[in-house]
């Protein structure tokens, strides 16, 4: 068995429940759940409301179910996590800031950091007391991540890290990012790359939020200008960021492409059939279409998270069932756009107060313009379905033997 499929493995103990188990831990669940996932994010707080919410969690012995416990987690099973995830369906999703922290950061540490990093960094990542972010993308690497230009050398016992990252999620809110860079220039650009865990409030790193459409902060720009970290902060092994790099992506589109219940779920299409049964457009039957397929494609979505869920439950790697998910939901964003025009109207271009519906639905209706480039696009999880799902020929790769040096990339055209 491979080292991914032990790691998976090895974070849970035996799944299996007894019927009363499984009622008395539901009990516990829902009872946790009825007295804080209130939904209050009090101002647009979420990052602050979803920590106090998760700190609650960990007091509770909810939170990282399946960690093992001198990490932080509780060292439950994964038929605990399945209940949880299906109650936690039933309330407000008061943590979905914290998918980069713990869907792509926190299982990346369990499975390629020493005993000292989890040790040091899980806990708090686990309990919410940090946030963690991902910082690969750079302004001449975005959907070839492997053209990346930071580097970082070793100096004496510490690494000092150069260079410029992108459209960071929650930077300018994190407390820590993994970071990924290039050690080894005269490797082809695929094999020279390491991976850092990183202190974003070191010095020589600068953070510049990203003003958004919707009016919002939500992603940055971040300068690495000869920042120095621990020798022992390098995560997983020298030069081989890529292959880390590329389970972090693993996680990330399963985060994404599944999200954070279980069960089949289909939430966007019960928010528009509530919409229209108040305005009186429920009985259209043009409307009524669209609103079945929006169902139909959440309803999709749900069951290939469910199946995507019951691979890992088997210790199999995470594979194209997180980009099939991913592509799911920045289809069903993009079909849902003329449908909320419609059905909300012109509340969606002004509304009378903060915090009204006219708001809640034109921030939705702007924000689902990300959900076809965050995470890759939709080209690339179009080309990792066709390659790994449905066996076509990959793209030819002209530069794949060449040593990163002689690219033409970037500032080294």
């Not at 993308?137 to 230009?149: C, M, T, Y």
């Not at 409030?201 to 690495?224: M, S, T, Y």
């Not at 019960?270 to 409307?287: F, H, M, R, T």
Request: hydrophobic share 35%; glycine share 10%.
């Amino acid at each position: 068995m491979s080292r991914w499929h032990n790691d998976l493995m090895s974070t849970a103990t035996e799944d299996s429940l007894t019927p009363q188990e499984a009622e008395a831990f539901r009990a516990k669940v829902r009872d946790f759940l009825s007295k804080n996932a209130s939904g209050n994010m009090r101002d647009g707080n979420s990052v602050g409301v979803g920590r106090e919410f998760q700190l609650k969690l960990a007091e509770a012995g909810l939170a990282g179910l399946t960690y093992a416990k001198e990490y932080g987690g509780a060292g439950l099973s994964r038929a605990h996590e399945r209940i949880y995830r299906e109650e936690y369906g039933k309330f407000p999703d008061m943590t979905f800031e914290y998918v980069i922290s713990h869907g792509m950061c926190l299982p990346v540490l369990n499975q390629f950091g020493t005993e000292e990093q989890k040790r040091t960094f899980m806990p708090d990542n686990i309990s919410g007391r940090t946030i963690w972010c991902q910082m690969f993308s750079e302004p001449g690497a975005g959907s070839d991540v492997a053209s990346l230009q930071t580097k970082a050398e070793l100096d004496g016992d510490e690494w000092v890290i150069n260079g410029q990252k992108v459209w960071t999620t929650l930077a300018h809110v994190s407390d820590y990012g993994v970071v990924i860079a290039r050690t080894n220039p005269d490797a082809p650009k695929h094999a020279g790359i390491s991976m850092f865990i990183l202190d974003m409030k070191a010095k020589g790193v600068e953070i510049r939020p990203i003003h958004q459409i919707d009016g919002g902060k939500h992603f940055n720009e971040i300068f690495l200008t000869d920042v120095r970290i621990p020798k022992s902060w390098l995560l997983g092994e020298l030069n081989n960021g890529w292959n880390q790099a590329t389970a972090m992506l693993m996680f990330e589109r399963v985060a994404i492409g599944t999200g954070s219940s279980s069960g089949v779920t289909h939430t966007l299409a019960d928010g528009l059939i509530e919409v229209a049964k108040k305005n009186g457009k429920i009985s259209d039957p043009v409307v009524r279409q669209e609103l079945m397929r929006i169902y139909s494609e959440e309803t999709a979505k749900s069951l290939v998270a469910m199946r995507t869920r019951a691979e890992m439950k088997a210790g199999r790697v995470p594979g194209p069932g997180g980009s099939l998910g991913k592509l799911h939901g920045s289809r069903i964003s993009w079909m849902s756009r003329p449908l909320i025009s419609r059905l909300v109207g012109p509340d969606t271009d002004a509304w009378e107060a903060e915090g009204s519906r006219g708001e809640a639905w034109a921030r939705r209706l702007l924000n689902s313009f990300q959900s076809g480039i965050a995470g890759g696009t939709d080209e690339i999880q179009k080309n990792i379905i066709g390659d790994r799902v449905l066996g076509l020929p990959r793209e030819p790769m002209v530069d794949k033997d060449m040593p990163f040096k002689d690219l033409k990339v970037g500032t080294q055209r």
